[in-house]
């Protein structure tokens, strides 16, 4: 029995067996097996787990938003006691956004991208109430200050792609709100935000539902998350409820194996890349892993040692100089502002800062995917930056340096199968022709990047996450490069295959001695990967220096900042404090 339901009390949510099936080519899956819950009124439930461990597939349930090919096989789902299992489409559409309402996990995708933010937030409100024009602009406004977005007159009238991520997420906030529904279903409201903006939002929602009474639950893969922003979780796996607890119990000493495998698999401010999980990478214990053949098919991972940074030898020489690099768009807009850094041969830099601190921009300066306003870039001692970036793929350089972008999925042609993505540089670059010696090269790079040689001949659609970031890091060894750039090449991946995709990127950097300019917003990652780290803030550098020393003991206001946002699984663990602070 939780803390806010009397013995004997009515839940406000009480989810019993239930199974949910969806119809597909291979015949019935099912997809959530047999899940029991309940949320009391004014609680925060969290419910973790990887990617098809069914925490989605249980919402759209609860919501009945579930698309055509899925359906309740079994069980009931009582709102306030009333069974709602088998609710008409009339019964639904009052009960939508007035009673229970939901945060999707991609804003700006499930906003209407040809409507504005005014009229958006009066659908949701109209949707429930009549209201006419004036009011329902009035309520929109309202709303947008309830949700803290700065300049609420100015946004009215914005659309969602001129808006930042954090501030499509305040407006989802605002229109799941408008009609004070009782129950707030929020589906990984803070995936791809940085560490500040991601504690902002938090920090709203858990303001907005205690003030107004609202129950929520969260739905995460982030542990650091749930232990702090919720007075109960619940951890499932294969579409079942493995463990349930209230969080500092959970996390301080987990029951279930797997539960033990997420947690030990969550960067901490103490762990090495070494630490994460080795138990379950080495068995291939990863749910995701083993769907990809294993989470150590090549045998690298096990080279990972535990012996802290690996640093380059004393003189080792310069291979990237960055000398004061600006980068202007049109309308004046300042992305890089007056930026100098510098990498050695074998050598791991990290670059944090917030959304819009220039960090993406910079990774792409130095590919020579987009030109600098200002400034020079020498790679081995040569200047690129003066060569227009649409004729870098011409330099014999242009293999020396090469990228694995933030979303594989966008980055991957979805045309190519898996052997033509990573044969395509090979091709283009080296000019390899198709025959034995290409062949046995991407199949090199697909068993170095732990992808079974089985999945060559799929198409991106049909691959997991990790197997496509594992494409995307294969293609860009392919061609041997020097320096690696990485743009947050882990932002949406589970814990366990963040954890073997982070001790694949060591042991390749430890064997072929390659740079990496490693792109994150994950500060405990970057600690971890990297040899020295530069804080970014509004396009300039405003701290750097060795990452242990700047971890340990951060000079610039900002970087605390950054830092003090960091979520751990051992840190505040009470929503109570976390709403009291606000």
Known sequence: MNAFASPGETPLLAIDDLHVTF????????????????????????????SGSGKSVTAFAVTRLLDASGRIAAGKVRFKGQDITSASSKQLRSLHGAAISMIFQNPRGALN????????????????????????????????????????????DAYPHELSGGMCQRIMIAMAIASRPALLIADEPTTGLDVTTQKTVMDLLARITAERGMAMILITHDLGLAARYCDRVAVMQHGKVVEEAEPRSLFRAPRHDYTKRLVAASPTATSKIADLA???????????AIQEGGANPSGLLRSARNDGEVKPAPGTPLLLEVQSL?????????????????????????????????????????CRLIDASEGEILFDGQPIGQQAARDFHKSPLRKDIQI?????????????NAFDCIAHPLRRLLAMKDGAALSERVRECAARAGLPAELLERFPHQLSGGQKARVGIA???????????????????????????LQLLDSLRREDGMALLFVSHDLNVVRMM????????NGAIVEQGESLALFRAPQAPYTRQLLDAVLHLDGPGQRDAVVAGS
């Open 475 to 501: 293609r860009a060894i392919a061609c041997r490069p020097r320096l690696l750039v990485l743009d947050e090449p882990t932002a949406a991946l589970d814990v366990s295959v963040q954890a073997v995709i």
């Open 278 to 288: 080795p138990s379950s990478l080495r068995e291939g214990a990863s749910d995701e």
């Open 404 to 416: 694995v972008f933030q979303d594989p999925t966008d980055s991957l042609n979805p045309r190519f």
């Open 326 to 366: 600006v980068k202007r768009y049109d309308g004046g807009v300042v992305a890089v502002n007056d930026v100098s850094f510098a990498i050695r041969q074998g050598e791991s830099l990290g670059l944090v800062g917030e959304s819009g601190s220039g960090k993406s921009t910079i990774s792409r300066l130095v």
């Open 23 to 50: 119809s597909t080519r291979r015949g019935l899956v099912e997809a959530v097996c047999g899940v029991s819950l309940q949320v009391a009124a004014g609680e925060t439930l969290g419910i973790v787990g990887e």
């Open 113 to 156: 991208p040809i409507r504005t933010v005014a009229l958006q937030i009066a659908d949701a409100v109209g949707a429930h109430e009549r209201i006419s024009a004036s009011e329902g602009r009035a309520r929109a406004l309202d709303l947008l200050k309830a949700v803290l977005i700065r300049d609420p007159e100015k946004r009215l």
């Open 530 to 537: 990297c040899d020295r780290t530069v804080v970014l803030q």
